[in-house]
């Protein structure tokens, strides 16, 4: 379920999803949301695949003008203690990034994101794998962002 958070929280590797909207990013309200479109898991209970998939998540973050000022790839950083960059490249109004993580049983969980932003959008796709005692899991999604203005 660790998998499913990291997705979920915003990016899906990808990201810290208010960060991803622009080189220097734009403070205040975001909101985020991302969808699971595919996943395959050996060794699942039936059905649990199927359940996650299509259910997109919406949800809304501040980002503070100190965040903002340390800029995307900190802000990332920052909240996932166990995920690294391996590649973060952002710009030109395009995103490319490889991120690796290491899981409390040994685990290691790789995801690649691409997509594109503006100052007031974004639009990632994510590859997430993750390999370990049960096989190899893969899960696909997306996400979008959108600035709303000034925190609440």
Not at 87 to 107: E, P
Request: with cysteine.
């Amino acid at each position: 379920m660790r998998v499913l958070g990291l997705l979920l929280c915003g990016g899906a590797l990808g990201l810290a999803a208010p960060a991803m909207a622009a080189e220097t990013i734009r403070p205040g309200q975001w909101e985020t949301r991302t969808a699971i479109s595919d996943v395959s898991m050996p060794g699942a209970p039936p059905g649990l695949a199927e359940m996650m998939k299509g259910k997109p998540h919406t949800s809304r973050h501040c980002v503070t003008p100190e965040q903002a000022a340390a800029g995307p790839k900190e802000l990332f950083a920052k909240s996932e203690g166990q995920c690294q960059f391996t590649r973060f490249n952002m710009a030109g109004g395009k995103i490319d990034t490889v991120m690796q993580c290491k899981q409390r049983q040994g685990d290691t969980m790789n995801g690649v994101t691409k997509g594109s932003y503006t100052p007031t959008t974004y639009t990632t796709n994510t590859r997430l794998e993750m390999t370990g005692q049960r096989g190899k899991m893969v899960m696909l999604s997306s996400g979008t962002g959108k600035w709303l203005g000034p925190c609440k």
